[in-house]
């Protein structure tokens, strides 16, 4: 397994359910049917932390289905979810690919399945859904993905709920001088191709998800769910700075050592407790029009 993503994942976890939209959120919920078991899929769930969210969130019975290309991570979620459920005082019972959680504020059934992403070509992950739902996944795929994802959504009259995708908008204090150029030039690196679909929609993600879903006929709500982060994230901080300036530095090799002294200063701040950064991220949620 990637140990460096799942570390990332985790780190990540709590600063996501921070800065989710509480409304984005709400206007999915009120979409959904009622009356029976909800079936749920989670696209690239990682190591589960959009299952951990949503499930105290959604009423009645839930059926889940968490798919990703890493088995690794797949393992991880199971280990994960057991101690959480555990942790809140819930039955929890393992199989091979299913688990069940059962608590007196929730009743889960969870299937992981390992499926490559980078074509919306499975029928069977789609049929039946009430919910398709991803966290920190749409800025990584096409537009041509969006679109597909889309309409798999309206063919199968599901609601979506697409929570943060980043937006290419960043903001460091104390500001540096090249505070700009690393944000343009990561910005730049986040439509490369992450083998999914082409070359990644990047900060124009929630924008072309918004108009993919409009196209086919849905209701869309969208909002902002910026990450704050301050000296109690030091962690997550440091993490994305050094991301930011790797990144910055393929795309622009030629000012790597500028960027290698913005680095070390915005590491200094983060050392010295006097940072924050402000990282922009959209949640959508989408739903088809009941006649």
């Known amino acids: 397994m990637d140990e460096s993503l799942s570390e990332w994942l985790r ?10 939209s509480s409304a984005v959120t709400r206007a999915a919920v009120d979409a959904l049917p009622g009356g029976e078991a909800l079936r749920i899929l989670d696209l690239a769930t990682g190591r589960g932390s959009n299952i ?17 290309r890493s088995p690794a991570l797949l393992d991880s979620l199971r280990e994960v979810m057991t101690a959480w459920g555990e942790a809140r005082g819930c039955r929890v019972r393992n199989e091979a690919s299913r688990y069940g959680i059962r608590g007196v504020d929730m ?18 992950i789609f049929v039946g859904r009430h919910l398709v739902t991803a966290s ?11 679109q597909a994802l889309a309409a798999r959504c309206r063919d199968v009259g599901a609601v979506g709920l697409f929570t943060i995708t980043y937006n290419g908008r960043c903001a460091c204090v104390p500001a ?11 910005n730049l690196h986040q439509k490369g191709d992450k083998g999914l679909g082409g070359p990644a929609a990047g900060p124009d ?20 769910s910026d990450w704050v982060l301050t000296s109690e994230d030091a962690d997550v901080q440091r993490t994305l700075i050094e ?39 959209d949640d959508l949620a989408a739903w088809p029009t009941r006649g």
Not at 176 to 186: A, G, H, I, N, S
């Open 11 to 20: 780190r990540r976890e709590s600063a996501d359910a921070v800065a989710r």
């Open 52 to 68: 951990r969210f949503l499930a105290g969130r959604l009423p009645g019975p839930q059926q889940w289905l968490a798919v990703d």
């Open 107 to 124: 009743a889960c059934d969870i299937e992981t399945r390992e499926v490559d992403l980078g074509r919306l070509d499975r029928d069977e």
């Open 136 to 146: 920190a996944l749409l800025d990584l795929v096409s537009e041509s993905w969006l």
């Open 176 to 186: 540096e001088p090249e505070d700009d150029m690393v944000r343009d030039l990561m």
């Open 205 to 224: 993600a929630s924008a072309c998800a918004e108009r993919s879903f409009l196209d086919v006929g849905y209701r869309v709500r969208r909002e902002p």
């Open 243 to 281: 991301g930011w300036a790797e990144a910055a530095t393929e795309m622009g090799p030629d000012r790597g050592s500028v960027i290698s002294d913005w680095r070390a200063r915005r590491l200094a701040h983060v050392d010295a407790g006097r940072s924050r950064l402000t990282v922009g991220h």
